[in-house]
């Protein structure tokens, strides 16, 4: 099972700012690792696919990087609406596993 | 636009059985793979099991494998999780999810969830 190790747990930026959430992997698992912003009360949304794909729709302030064992996503231009909680998932191999999770507060 | 959204979580007793549906719209329902996911409270995301297209391929998490049975039914655009002998630690808010593809691959939409809770 591959361990996704994500970091920090809990950041805060403001407006302006630029934010780096790491998602480190234990094993090699090439570009299978994906990007999801959650908000309360509302259904998590995909904004990271396949390591560094922009999902469509998504704000170019976001961006992906990293192969291997080691990602980041990266959020330029913080804005208010930016804060929730995001989470990195690898589906390279069974199980699917995901990061811990990062709180941002903008 | 594509809406998942679940149901039929709620309270139940130790190795008792329960069914979780996900009615699905605003997508072909029979062109894409199908998961189920859950969070536990105060504990992270947990993978639980994926459903191919055509339902043909299934794979699940260690912890529920011969307990819980993933399936579909196309004619009602609906994804099912049948819960069988439940264990304490399976109380989590339960979310259903469509893959990108037809077979496993990332999560494009995720629903809100139904909370079960394993209780005596």
């Known amino acids: 099972e591959t361990t996704l190790t994500q970091s920090p747990a809990f950041m805060s930026a403001a407006p302006g700012d630029k934010v780096n959430i790491s998602c480190k992997a234990s094993?090699?698992?090439?570009?299978?690792v994906n990007w999801y912003q959650r908000k309360p009360g509302e259904a998590a949304i995909f904004i990271i696919q396949e390591a560094t794909s922009l999902v469509p729709g998504i704000s170019p302030r976001f961006s992906g990087s990293g192969y291997g064992t080691d990602f980041t996503l990266t959020i330029n231009d913080i804005e208010s609406e930016d804060a929730a909680y995001y989470f990195c998932?690898?589906?390279?191999?069974?199980?699917?596993?995901f990061g811990q999770g990062t709180r941002l507060e903008v | 636009q594509v809406q998942l959204v679940e149901s039929g979580g709620g309270l139940v007793q130790p190795g008792r059985s329960l069914r979780l549906s996900c009615a699905a719209s605003?997508?072909?329902?029979?062109?894409?793979?199908m998961h189920w996911v859950r969070q536990a409270p105060g504990k992270g995301l947990e993978w639980v099991a994926v459903i191919s297209y055509d339902g043909s391929n299934k794979y699940y998490r260690d912890s529920v494998k011969g307990r819980f049975t993933i399936s579909r039914d196309s004619s009602k655009n609906t994804l099912y999780l049948q819960l069988n002998s439940v264990r304490l630690e399976d109380t989590a808010i339960y979310y259903c999810?469509?893959?990108?593809?037809?077979?496993?691959?990332?999560?494009?939409?995720w629903g809100q969830g139904t909370l079960v809770t394993v209780s005596s």
């Open positions: 998932l690898q589906h390279d191999d069974f199980p699917y596993t």
């Open positions: 999810a469509r893959d990108v593809g037809a077979v496993a691959g990332p999560f494009e939409y």
């Open positions: 605003g997508f072909t329902f029979s062109g894409y793979a």
């Open positions: 094993q090699d698992i090439d570009d299978d």
